[in-house]
C-alpha cells in the first residue's frame, strides 16, 4: 500500500442554515484513508457522520450556508472541482451506498436499468454488454437467479436483496472508494453479517477501501482497519481497530466500548452514557462532551482539547487521554 | 355513466321547447302538430317514454334525427373523429406545455423562473378558453392570417383550437406537475441518483419525473374526458364540425334522440377513457399490477 493516501479530509466544516438559525453540524475534522482500506467512522445519530460522506460527494442539501476546509481525493480538491468533473467522479471513482435501500431505489425503475445506468454512462457500454455486467454484479453480491432479478422492480426484493442491489450499483464501475452510510442498519441481524462480509469480501477482491459509517461499534469489530470515534461534530479519537479496543483514550470511547454487550460481561448491567448528544444548534463550549464526562474539569469545559498523536496512528481529542475512570461516580 | 343521459332526458322533458312544434314550423295548423307528436311519441308520459328508449338504446337502436331524418349514430361517428383529434391536440399541448414548465419551476423553485411559470399558470387557469380562442383567431387568424379562419377540413383548422384548450388545461396541469416533481426530487432515491454521476437532466427526467407522472396521469385522463365533452363552446368559436356543436345545435333545435344520443355518447366515452387511464396507470405504475 505505500504511503500514498486515497482521501484527506483537512479541517472540514459544514453549517446549514434552518430557521434562520446556523447549525454546525460538521466543526473541522481530520480524515485520512489509504487505498483498500476499511475505515469505520462511529457515532451516535446527529454527530455529523451522514454529513461528512455527502460532503465527499458533494451532494449536500441546498440549506448548506458554508463549507469550509478541504477534501483531497488522489490529489484533487473535490471542494475545488468543477460540477462536471465531481459528477465524472461519482459512481465511478466514489460511490455511496445508503441506510434504506427501500427509499433509496427508485420505485419505477427495473433493478437491472438502475444499475445497469452508471455503467452505461461511465463506462460507454452498449445495452448488451452493460446486461452481462449487471448479470456479473448480481452474482458477485449474492442475488440469486441474476438473470430474473435484473426485469424485477425494487418492491419485488426483500429488504437485504435490495441492500444487495445497491452494492451491485455501487460497486459497477469498480470504484477505489465505498462510502457505507450505516448499510445494515435497517436489516436483520442475520442479513447485517451477511452485507458486512460481502463488503469485506469485495473490499479484499477488489482493493475498493470502504468509508463505513455506523452508530454500532460492535459491527465494525471484526472488519475495520481503522476506526474513528466522531461526537458533535468533531472526531475525538481515531486509532487501528486493535489499538482502539485494547486501549480506548477518550473517556467518550471508554464508555461506549462498556456499552457494548459480550460475553465477558454476561450477568453484569451494561453501562450507558449518562445525558444524551447535544444538539448541533447548542454545543457546549470547550470540549463537547464534558457535561457527560466523568473526568470533567475546570479546563474542558473552557478549552477546546485538540485532536492530537498519542503514538502511531492513534489520535485523541482530550485534555486526559487514557485517565482512570471512576465507574460510579 | 346512464346517469347523465337519464338527467337530460328528464330535463328535456321538462324545458320549454316541443320539438313537434320546431319540426313542425310555429305556425302549422295545431292538428299537424298533434299528429306529428303521436308520430314522435312526445305525447305519451315522461316516464312510457323513457322506459322506450332505454330499451331501443340497449339495443344500440339510437333513433334518428327530428330534423334531418338521419340516424342518431351516424350523425354522433361523423363528428366524433374531429372532436377526438381536437381533444388528443389539445392534451398533447397541454402536456407540452405542463410538463417542462412544471419541471422547471420545481427545479428552480422560489426563483423567478418559477414565479414566471406559476403566473403564466394562474392567467392560463383564468382565461376561458374560448376568449383566448377568440384572442388566437383575432391574432393569427386575422391579422396575421397564418392559419384558416374556421373549418375543420386540414390539420392546421386544429392548430389554434388545440393551442386555447391546451393552454387553458396545461396550466392546471402545470402546477400538478410542479408540486410532484417537488415532492418526488426530496426524495432518497434522488440523492442515490446522483451519487451515480448522471447527469441532472437524466436524475430530472428519468428518475423522478417517471414518478411524478403518476398522479398527473390521473388527472390528465380525466381532462381528457372532459376535452372529449367540454370543447362545445370552443368548436363553436371556430366553427368545427365537431360532437359539441352538433349537440348545441340539437339543444336549439328541441332535436331530443341527438341530444340523448349525444350526451349518452359521451358519458360513454368518458367511462371509458377513464378505464383506460387505469389500465395505463398500472401500466406505469409497477406497484399496481394486475394479473
Redesign the interface.
Known sequence: MGTEVLLEIKDLSVEFTAHQRRIPAVRGIDLTILPGQFHALVGESGAGKTVTSLSILRLLPPNVTSLRGSIKFNDHDLLQLSEEVMRNLRGREISMIFQEPAKYLNPSLKAGVQVMESIRYHMGYSEKAARERVCELFEKVGLSDPELAIDRYPHEFSVGMKQRVMIAMAISCNPSLLIADEPTTSLDVGVQRQIIHLLLDLQRSSKMAILYITHDLGIVRYAADVISIMYAGKIIESAPKDLLFTSPLHPYTRLLLASIPSREKRGTRLQGIPGTVPNPEDIPPGCAFHPRCPLAQQKCKENVPPLVRIEAGHRCACFFPGKELRSNP | MLLIPTVVFFVLRIIPGDPALVVAGFDAPSEVVENLRVKLGTHRPPLVQYEEWILSVAQLEFGTSLISNEPVLKLILDRFPLTLSLAVAGMLCALLIAIPLGVMSAVRRWTLWDYWGMVFSQIGISMPSFWLGIILLLLFAVKYPLFPLFGGDSPWHLVLPSVALGINRGAVLLRLVRTAMIEELG???I?????????EL?VRY??AL??AL?PVLTIAGIQFGYMLGGAIILEQVFSLPGLGRLILSAVFQRDFPVIQGGTLFIAAVFSLVNFLVDLLYSL????IRVG
Open positions: 426524495k432518497e432515491y440523492i442515490a441518483a446522483r451519487s451515480k454521476g448522471l447527469p437524466v428519468r428518475h417517471r414518478n403518476l406505469v405504475n409497477p406497484r
